[in-house]
């Protein structure tokens, strides 16, 4: 085999598949990437979702052995990131170990949050080995992309040229052709792009690119992978907000003997303002959104605590808390450009195309929050309800009943149209149970104070999400480009 060549090619590329079974898209993603980069070492890294039981433990091998066979036809290796977390999560001490990692794995996958998952891992993978990440859905660039990049209004050559991958320090993706198009008040505790804590106490929102990580590359021992531990500690921060702050309404509970490293609610409830069970709960409108808004801040959060520098905000006095930005130079430095071509975001600097259909994901057909075939009789999804309740686990399917469930149960309509029928959990208005209630509210443990602390950087308290209009709840989630 040819010698790798250091600056054109990856020292490692590691493709990512959570689910299920690979897609065909997946299928043709695995090869083309795989030709794209020949001398580069590859991995598979998967995530197989796992039902309880020696049923579950079987259908992972299963799932293991057809992976392998589709891999290693192009050169690939298969890695099961479970085996791997007890070293990922390194880079997250002392805050979170591999115990906080597992858990939020489990969590995830027991509830389709594939993307999710895939996001921590993309910055757990960049935090601790260089190379370039990237999931199934991308392609090699073809001739027609290329022409049309080139009549794009943004297109440079500085743009579209290859970038040494031997002295990069971090590459991430930015659709936004270097101009300011997103904002946000960085290593604050939320996900929020803008807290109202933040304007309360006049402090702007910082303006900056539209980032993605559908293809991150880092090197190892140098500031990118900084940014990318940076980014895994904020994005496991963002649940512990979203935790604690349903915690404080009662909307989700602890196991009081959990220690602050473990993330598994005993319950999610699905009230309005509860973010964590929108989360979780794939007939959320507003799931999507979350996901996106987490992976995104956490990439800009982990840039800006390490690439940016301290400075006093426009109109401001040199008493006024400093705040921390990232200079053009270096935005041109670490980025890489998108440029949109039909239905196609296109990587020139790669080489790559990536579909915005998410085609890594699987299958819609095989969603696990589909009950309507399990059984001959119909089953009716409670409104803001699906996997995990009771009925859910009395057909055996694995979601929020393990390691949290919910509320609310799925009954079988006895009216004619299957019309839905909700099943609230009972009032909780008595004296024990609000005793209940605070008591393991004291005993959370879960880390108040998400983002890292360290020189140049502001305290990152818990603060209050912007009020935000009244949910749109939809049978169905797309995310779209991820």
């Given at each position: 085999m040819p010698d790798r060549d250091p600056a054109k090619e990856p020292e490692r590329l590691q493709m990512i598949w959570f689910g299920d079974e690979l897609s065909d898209n997946a299928k043709a993603g695995l090869k083309t990437l795989s030709e794209r980069y020949p001398n580069s070492e590859k991995q598979l890294v998967v995530l197989p979702r796992r039902r309880s039981g020696e049923t579950?433990?079987?259908?992972?091998?299963?799932?293991?052995?057809?992976?392998?066979?589709?891999?290693?036809?192009?050169?690939?290796?298969?890695?099961?990131?479970?085996?791997?977390?007890?070293?990922?999560?390194?880079?997250?001490?002392?805050?979170?170990?591999?115990?906080?990692?597992?858990?939020?794995?489990?969590?995830?996958?027991?509830?389709?949050?594939?993307?999710?998952?895939?996001?921590?891992?993309?910055?757990?993978?960049?935090?601790?080995?260089?190379?370039?990440?990237?999931?199934?859905?991308?392609?090699?660039?073809?001739?027609?992309?290329?022409?049309?990049?080139?009549?794009?209004?943004?297109?440079?050559?500085?743009?579209?040229?290859?970038?040494?991958?031997?002295?990069?320090?971090?590459?991430?993706?930015?659709?936004?052709?270097?101009?300011?198009?997103?904002?946000?008040?960085?290593?604050?505790?939320?996900?929020?792009?803008?807290?109202?804590?933040?304007?309360?106490?006049?402090?702007?929102?910082?303006?900056?690119?539209?980032?993605?990580?559908?293809?991150?590359?880092?090197?190892?021992?140098?500031?990118?992978?900084?940014?990318?531990?940076?980014?895994?500690?904020?994005?496991?921060?963002?649940?512990?907000?979203?935790?604690?702050?349903?915690?404080?309404?009662?909307?989700?509970?602890?196991?009081?003997?959990?220690?602050?490293?473990?993330?598994?609610?005993?319950?999610?409830?699905?009230?309005?303002?509860?973010?964590?069970?929108?989360?979780?709960?794939?007939?959320?409108?507003r799931r999507a959104d979350i996901i996106g808004r987490m992976n995104i801040s956490a990439l800009a959060d982990g840039i800006h605590g390490t690439y940016g520098a301290p400075i006093t905000p426009p109109g401001a006095t040199q008493t006024d808390m400093p705040m921390l930005q990232v200079d053009q130079a270096t935005w041109n430095d670490i980025t890489m450009r998108a440029f949109q071509v039909g239905n196609v975001r296109v990587l020139p600097q790669l080489s790559l195309g990536k579909d915005n259909q998410g085609a890594w994901r699987t299958d819609p057909t095989q969603n696990p929050a589909d009950l309507t075939n399990i059984r001959g009789d119909k089953i009716t999804l409670v409104q803001a309800s699906n996997i995990g309740v009771s009925k859910a686990a009395e057909l055996g399917m694995e979601g929020l009943n393990r390691p949290a469930h919910l509320p609310y149960t799925v009954e079988r309509s006895s009216s004619a149209g299957n019309s839905p029928r909700r099943t609230p959990s009972p009032a909780s208005s008595s004296d024990e149970s609000m005793g209940r209630i605070t008591s393991q509210v004291a005993n959370l443990q879960l880390p108040r104070t998400p983002s890292p602390e360290g020189p140049g950087l502001t305290d990152s308290a818990a603060s209050t999400a912007v009020a935000r209009p009244k949910p749109v709840r939809a049978a169905t989630t797309n995310v779209s480009g991820r």
């Open positions: 579950g433990q079987k259908r992972v091998e299963e799932l293991l052995d057809g992976y392998r066979v589709e891999a290693e036809q192009h050169g690939v290796n298969v890695r099961h990131i479970r085996d791997d977390t007890r070293q990922l999560a390194t880079v997250l001490g002392p805050k979170y170990n591999h115990q906080t990692v597992d858990d939020i794995f489990r969590m995830e996958m027991s509830n389709s949050g594939y993307i999710a998952a895939k996001d921590l891992t993309t910055y757990l993978l960049r935090a601790n080995e260089t190379g370039l990440s990237v999931d199934l859905s991308h392609h090699h660039m073809s001739a027609a992309e290329w022409d049309a990049v080139q009549t794009d209004s943004h297109f440079t050559t500085q743009a579209a040229a290859p970038f040494d991958f031997s002295t990069a320090e971090i590459k991430v993706v930015d659709l936004s052709h270097g101009e300011d198009a997103n904002m946000r008040h960085v290593l604050n505790s939320s996900f929020q792009s803008m807290t109202e804590r933040h304007s309360d106490a006049d402090i702007e929102p910082q303006m900056m690119p539209h980032l993605d990580t559908f293809a991150i590359y880092t090197r190892e021992g140098t500031r990118g992978q900084e940014a990318a531990a940076m980014a895994a500690t904020m994005h496991i921060g963002y649940l512990a907000e979203l935790a604690q702050e349903g915690a404080k309404r009662g909307d989700v509970t602890f196991n009081p003997k959990d220690t602050d490293k473990r993330f598994r609610p005993d319950t999610v409830s699905l009230a309005a303002e509860n973010d964590l069970g929108a989360k979780y709960n794939t007939q959320d409108g």
